[in-house]
C-alpha cells in the first residue's frame, strides 16, 4: 500500500467482508436448486425407464412368480414357449391421409398350448387390435424406438386382454417397413 493513500478504516474492510459473504450465501441456493433438479430428473429418468423399456421382457427369459403358476386357463406354465407370428399387418400411420403406410409382421411369445390354440382362434380379433394400434400411431411415434417399445407394450397388454390370460411372455417386431 502506498503512503499517499489513506489506510482503510474498519468499517470499510467489514462491509468488503460481508459483501464477499453475501456473495457466496446467493450463490448456494442457485447450486442446491439445480442440483435438486438433476437429482429429480435422473429419478424420472429411471422410472420412466424400467416402465416403458423395461416392460418387453427380455427375449428367452420366462418369469414365473407363485401366483402366476397356473396359467388362468388351468394349464401349468412351463420353461417352453411357442412363437406364432401375424405376417402382412398394412396400415395407413394417423396424420398421413393415405399417403404413407405400414408393413409389418408381430411375433408372439406364447407360454402354453392351450393358450396358442386360444391365439390362433382368435386370430381375426387379434389382427383387428393390431391393425387399430399401429393406425393410430403417427410417423414420428413409428419411427421413435421409445415409442416403439411403448406400442409393443400396448400390443402385448390388449393382446392379454382379448385372450383372458397372462401367458404372453413377449412381443416381437419381425416386420416393420415404414414407407
Known amino acids: 500500500m502506498p503512503l499517499d493513500e489513506p489506510a482503510p ?17 446467493k450463490g448456494l441456493p442457485s447450486i442446491v436448486i439445480y442440483g435438486g433438479i438433476a437429482v429429480v430428473m435422473v429419478v424420472a429418468g429411471y422410472f420412466a425407464g424400467t416402465k416403458f423399456l423395461g416392460s418387453a421382457e427380455k427375449a428367452g427369459e420366462v418369469v414365473v412368480s407363485g401366483s402366476e403358476e397356473n396359467g388362468e386357463d388351468g394349464e401349468e406354465a412351463s ?68 415409442e416403439k417399445e411403448i406400442t409393443r407394450y400396448q400390443i402385448k397388454k390388449r393382446v392379454e386382454h382379448l385372450l383372458k390370460t397372462k401367458n404372453l411372455e413377449a412381443v416381437y417386431f419381425t416386420n416393420f417397413v415404414l414407407q
Not at 478504516?9 to 456473495?23: F, L, R, W
Request: net charge negative; no cysteine; charged share 30%.
Open 9 to 25: 478504516d474498519s468499517a470499510e474492510v467489514d462491509a468488503a467482508e460481508t459483501g464477499e459473504e453475501q456473495a457466496k450465501k
Open 79 to 146: 420353461a417352453a414357449t411357442e412363437m406364432v407370428e401375424l405376417e402382412d399387418i398394412i396400415v395407413n400411420p394417423a396424420g398421413t391421409g393415405g399417403t404413407r403406410f405400414l408393413a409389418a409382421s408381430i411375433g408372439f411369445e406364447i407360454s402354453g398350448s392351450k393358450t396358442k390354440q386360444l391365439f390362433e382362434n382368435k386370430m381375426p380379433m387379434v389382427r383387428d387390435a393390431l391393425i387399430s394400434i399401429l393406425g393410430s400411431k403417427t410417423i414420428e411415434q413409428l419411427s421413435d424406438a421409445k
